[in-house]
């Protein structure tokens, strides 16, 4: 709001107030949220999300140890390697979660559910899920 004023205590005299405006910053929020979000959470657009892409290495029930160990190392590689891309990347590699819990839980805090790619470890795969994946 521009031209905005008030009359002083000077009979005769006006003033231009001292505003800020916080509205267009709630406002904005608040339209990003309810753009971006259902029932299942938000899915915020990768450029203002703070995880961009989550790791989630998956080892195979009957795995042997040296497989399980092959796999996270090459999860870890691969966070590593986004990273140096300027992705902002998280692994989960809870041993004491399953998959669909760790879809879940990052589903739920604004990373969509769906993968890039999944790259091959000894017959095994590391997939990688994107905050972009809107539904």
């Given at each position: 709001?521009?031209?905005?004023?008030?009359?002083?205590?000077?009979?005769?005299?006006?003033?231009?107030?001292?505003q800020?405006?916080?509205?267009?910053?709630?406002?904005?929020?608040?339209?990003?949220?309810?753009?971006?979000?259902?029932?299942?959470?938000?899915?915020?657009?990768p450029?203002?999300?703070?995880?961009?892409?989550?790791?989630?290495?998956?080892?195979?029930?009957?795995?042997?140890?040296?497989d399980?160990?092959?796999?996270?190392d090459?999860?870890?590689k691969?966070?590593g390697?986004?990273?140096?891309?300027?992705?902002r990347?998280?692994l989960?590699?809870?041993?004491?979660?399953?998959?669909g819990?760790?879809?879940?839980?990052?589903e739920?805090?604004?990373?969509?559910v769906g993968?890039?790619?999944?790259?091959?470890?000894?017959?095994?795969?590391?997939?990688?899920?994107?905050?972009?994946?809107?539904?």
């Amino acid at each position: 709001m521009f031209g905005i004023e008030f009359e002083t205590e000077v009979v005769d005299e006006k003033a231009h107030v001292w505003q800020n405006s916080w509205g267009i910053t709630t406002r904005t929020i608040g339209v990003m949220i309810m753009t971006h979000a259902d029932d299942k959470g938000m899915v915020l657009p990768p450029r203002v999300a703070n995880v961009q892409v989550v790791v989630v290495p998956i080892p195979k029930a009957g795995m042997a140890e040296g497989d399980k160990q092959a796999l996270q190392d090459a999860a870890v590689k691969l966070e590593g390697d986004l990273k140096k891309a300027g992705v902002r990347t998280a692994l989960d590699a809870r041993a004491n979660y399953t998959p669909g819990f760790k879809y879940n839980y990052w589903e739920l805090r604004g990373r969509g559910v769906g993968w890039w790619g999944c790259h091959s470890v000894g017959g095994y795969a590391v997939c990688v899920w994107g905050g972009d994946m809107c539904y």
